[in-house]
């Protein structure tokens, strides 16, 4: 246990649904980010927090993703209008610097999302 | 082209046996480059990070190499274990941008009694 919680772990959903994943990152830290990955890749990048400012997001973030870090703590990933290409984990990760400081940065165990 | 390259991209070794995954990258400038292992359907747990200046980082019997000159960094697994069965995905810190990481695909490693 990284101490990164995501709920909830799996979900199907049928297509054109919405779904909303949470993230709890560790308490002290305040950088915030979100991945997804399929099978056999590595993570891709979808969109940063540093406290509750969304700093950046990636272009595979489509207008239907939407993220929200409201008190710069907990952590919210909303899909909406889900596609089948959507089917991915979703993965949270929290540190307390940015990835050139060096320090660690702590996956949760991710968000299993099949769109059927 | 993916700026981190990880080969071979699955193995297969005897419990006991050592094994070598490899890791080159092009990304450049980079501030760090962390090793990473992901049991399947797990999220990604950190085994080393190591800065540019680094040649060698151990973490109980992982041991990872990095030369920054020829951009390529090595997990050594030492007397594997079956529970060792897993991916193992290299990350290289961007120089530039707050939150940048670089991922590879991963060596997929199964460990067979």
């Known amino acids: 246990d990284t101490g990164v919680s995501q709920d909830p772990r799996h979900k199907i959903t049928k297509r054109g649904q919405n779904v909303t994943f949470r993230c709890d990152p560790i308490?002290?830290?305040?950088?915030l980010y979100w991945y997804r990955q399929t099978l056999g890749q590595g993570p891709e990048f979808l969109t940063y927090?540093?406290?509750?400012?969304?700093?950046?997001k990636s272009r595979l973030l489509s207008d239907r993703f939407s993220a929200e870090r409201p008190k710069g703590s907990f952590s919210t990933l909303e899909i909406q209008r889900t596609e089948q290409g959507d089917s991915a984990m979703y993965l949270c990760?929290?540190?307390?610097?940015?990835?050139?400081?060096?320090?660690?940065?702590?996956f949760g165990e991710g968000s299993w999302l099949t769109v059927v | 082209k993916n700026q981190v390259e990880q080969s071979p991209q699955s193995l297969i070794i005897l419990e006991g046996k050592n094994c070598t995954l490899q890791?080159?990258?092009?990304?450049?400038?980079?501030?760090?480059l962390r090793w990473y292992k992901q049991d399947t359907g797990r999220g990604p747990v950190s085994l080393t990070i190591?800065?540019?200046?680094?040649n060698t980082k151990s973490n109980g019997r992982y041991t990872a190499t990095l030369d920054a000159d020829t951009k390529q960094s090595s997990l050594h697994i030492t007397a594997s274990q079956l529970s060792d069965s897993a991916s193992y995905i290299c990350?290289?810190?961007?120089?530039?941008?707050?939150?940048?990481?670089?991922f590879g695909k991963g060596n997929q490693v199964v460990v067979i009694p």
């Open positions: 990760a929290s540190s307390s610097f940015g990835p050139r400081d060096g320090n660690t940065i702590y």
């Open positions: 990350v290289v810190s961007l120089v530039y941008g707050n939150n940048r990481l670089a």
């Open positions: 308490s002290e830290h305040n950088r």
């Open positions: 927090f540093q406290n509750e400012a969304q700093l950046e």
């Open positions: 190591m800065t540019f200046s680094e």
């Open positions: 890791c080159n990258y092009t990304v450049s400038p980079f501030s760090n």
